[in-house]
C-alpha cells in the first residue's frame, strides 16, 4: 500500500467541486472519502486521443457484473484498458447513473432543483481547461455511490457506506487525464444529503526493483 | 407561527423524506400502472400511414432520421438478433439518448411498454408505445471487436464499429457515441452483481414501436448481444418500419407513468412550444 508521505502530490477538492490532472501510466490516484458518504463522480481520457474515453458499458462487459470493486479494469471505448481499482476500502461504487445534472434534477426532484449546482456544471467548466465539453461527457464513474440494481430491473440510490476515511486507487495504465466532480448532490442519498471535501493523492509507480527485496 | 430558517438537517431530512416518497412511488406505483406487453399479432400499422420500410441484413446498420410524432417499428423477425440503439436530437448532436438518465429517472434499468428513453437534457427521447418482449439491456452494450474475438476466435462485423461508421457519415466521431440501449436483448442482474442472458424471453417476431418525441436521428446496429451464447453469426435480418402516429395525448400512458416522466414531456414540449 502506497505511504501517504511519499505521494507526489496532496490536495483537498473542496464539498460541490471540480478537480482534474494528468495521470502518467503506472502513477496511482487515491481518493479519500474524508468524513464518509460522499460521491466522487469521474472521468478518464486517452490523453493522446481524447476521443477515446472512459465506457461504463465496455468496463461492465468485459468484467461481466455490474458493480465495479477491487480489480476492476476501467475499460475505454475502444476496449483498452484505461486503469485499475488497485485498492479499496469501500467496495460501493456504481457506473451506472451516471452524473447529476440541472436537467434531470428538474425532472427527478421538480422544477425548482434547476438551479442548484450539479455534477454536470462541474464536469463542463474542468473539461473546459482541456479543450473538451458537454459532447464529451458520458455515463461516468461514481466512486462511493451505492447504486443496488435488483433482478427487476429496480435502480436506486442509496446510503454510501457509512465512516470516515474510505478510499479507492486507481492506477493509470495508459496516460490519461482524469477529470472528477465532488458531487454537490442534496437531493438523494448520494452525499448522506451533505456535501463534504474529498482528498485526492497521487504517488508515481514505484521504482524498478522496489519490491522490498534487496538489490543484487 | 416559525420565525426562523429551516436548519441545514432539517433540509437535509425533508430531502431525504422527499426522496423517500419519490422511490415508493418510482418502484411501487408506476410498475403496477405498466400496461401489458403488446401481443406478437397485435398493433398492425395501416399502410396509408407507413413513411418508410427497409430490411438490414444481420450484422449491418442503418441510420434514421425521424420527426417528433413519428414511430419507428423494429421487429426481430428470427427472434435471435439484438438490435443496438444510439441517437442525437436532430438540432444539436451534443443532446443523446442517455442510458444513465433513462434508469434513474424511472427506478429501473428494465424498459418495456409504457417506459420512455430520456436524453441528457431531460427530455423524452423516445417512448416504447407498443413493446412485445419487455427484455432490454441499458447496462452491457453492444458487441465490439474484442467481444467478437473472444466469442468466436475472430473479429467480425460488431456494434462499435457499426456506430462508428454511421456516426462519421453523420459528421460525428467517437466522442458523440454514448453508451447504447440494446432491443430484444434480456439481460439482468443477479444478486451477487453478476449479469445473466435470460435467453427463453426472445421470441421470433418481437417487436418494439418506438415513438420520436423530437426530431432525431437514431442509428440501429443488428448483431448478436456480446451476452447471447449462441454463434455470433446466428441472427437474421430486421425489418425497420417508420410510420405515423397520433399525436402524443395529454393522457398517453407513457407520459402519466410517473410525475418525473410528466415533467419530462412538459420540458420536451418546450422545445415546440
Known amino acids: 500500500m502506497p505511504d501517504p508521505s511519499t505521494a507526489i502530490h496532496v490536495e483537498e477538492v473542496p464539498a460541490e467541486r471540480p478537480w482534474s490532472r494528468v495521470l502518467k501510466r503506472g502513477q496511482t490516484l487515491r481518493i479519500v472519502d474524508i468524513e464518509g458518504q460522499q460521491a466522487v463522480d469521474a472521468l478518464l481520457y486517452c490523453l493522446d486521443v481524447p476521443g477515446e474515453r472512459y465506457s461504463a458499458q465496455d468496463t461492465l462487459r468485459t468484467q461481466g457484473s455490474a458493480y465495479l470493486a477491487l480489480g476492476t479494469k476501467l475499460v475505454s471505448n475502444r476496449g483498452r484498458v484505461m486503469a485499475s481499482i488497485t485498492a479499496d476500502t469501500c467496495g460501493q461504487h456504481d457506473t451506472s447513473a451516471g452524473c447529476c445534472s440541472c436537467e434531470s434534477n428538474a425532472v427527478r426532484f421538480g422544477e425548482a432543483t434547476r438551479y442548484q449546482h450539479a455534477c454536470r456544471e462541474n464536469f463542463i467548466l474542468e473539461l473546459a481547461k482541456h479543450g473538451l465539453g458537454k459532447r464529451d461527457i458520458v455515463p461516468n464513474l461514481n466512486f462511493f455511490m451505492n447504486v443496488p440494481i435488483d433482478p427487476s430491473g429496480n435502480f436506486t440510490v442509496v446510503d454510501g457506506l457509512p465512516g470516515s476515511g474510505h478510499y479507492v486507487d486507481l492506477t493509470a495504465e495508459m496516460d490519461v487525464l482524469c477529470v472528477i466532480s465532488n458531487c454537490p448532490q442534496v437531493n438523494n442519498p448520494c452525499n448522506g444529503f451533505n456535501p463534504t471535501p474529498v482528498r485526492v493523492l497521487v504517488w508515481d509507480p514505484p521504482a524498478p526493483g522496489g519490491t522490498g527485496l534487496a538489490k543484487e | ?273
Not at chain 2, 89 to 117: F, H, M, P, Y
Not at chain 2, 142 to 148: K, L, Q, R
Not at chain 2, 156 to 164: A, M, S
Open chain 2, 1 to 273: 407561527m416559525r420565525m426562523s430558517a429551516p436548519t441545514r438537517s432539517e433540509i437535509a431530512e425533508a430531502n431525504r423524506r422527499r426522496y423517500e416518497a419519490l422511490r415508493a412511488a418510482g418502484q411501487d406505483a408506476a410498475p403496477k400502472a405498466l400496461p401489458p406487453a403488446t401481443a406478437l399479432d397485435g398493433a398492425p400499422v395501416a399502410d396509408t400511414a407507413v413513411i418508410a420500410r427497409e430490411e438490414v441484413p444481420f450484422g449491418w446498420y442503418t441510420t434514421v432520421p425521424m420527426k417528433r410524432g413519428e414511430a419507428l417499428r423494429i421487429v426481430d423477425g428470427s427472434g435471435r438478433s439484438s438490435v443496438s440503439v444510439i441517437g442525437w436530437r436532430a438540432a444539436d448532436a451534443s443532446e443523446r439518448l442517455n442510458c444513465a438518465d433513462t434508469a434513474k429517472v424511472q427506478w429501473s434499468a428494465a424498459l418495456s411498454k409504457g417506459r420512455v428513453i430520456l436524453t441528457d437534457m431531460g427530455r423524452v427521447f423516445l417512448s416504447l408505445i407498443e413493446d412485445t418482449s419487455g427484455a432490454h439491456d441499458l447496462l452491457v452494450g453492444g458487441s465490439t471487436p474484442e467481444s467478437m474475438l473472444a466469442a468466436q476466435g475472430g473479429t467480425t462485423r460488431n456494434t462499435r464499429d457499426n456506430f462508428l461508421a454511421a456516426a462519421s457519415k453523420l459528421g460525428l466521431g467517437l466522442r458523440d457515441i454514448a453508451p447504447c440501449v440494446t432491443f430484444f436483448a434480456p439481460v439482468s442482474v443477479d444478486a451477487g452483481g453478476r449479469f445473466v442472458w435470460n435467453g427463453h424471453a426472445k421470441k421470433a417476431g418481437d417487436f418494439v414501436d418506438l415513438r420520436a418525441e423530437m426530431d432525431l436521428t437514431l442509428v440501429l446496429s443488428n448483431c448478436a448481444h456480446p451476452l447471447d451464447p449462441a454463434p455470433a453469426t446466428a441472427g437474421g435480418p430486421i425489418a425497420v418500419l417508420r410510420h405515423r402516429v397520433p399525436p402524443t395525448a395529454k393522457d398517453d400512458v407513457c407520459r402519466t407513468m410517473s410525475p418525473e416522466i410528466a415533467r419530462a414531456f412538459d420540458f420536451t414540449d418546450r422545445l415546440y412550444a
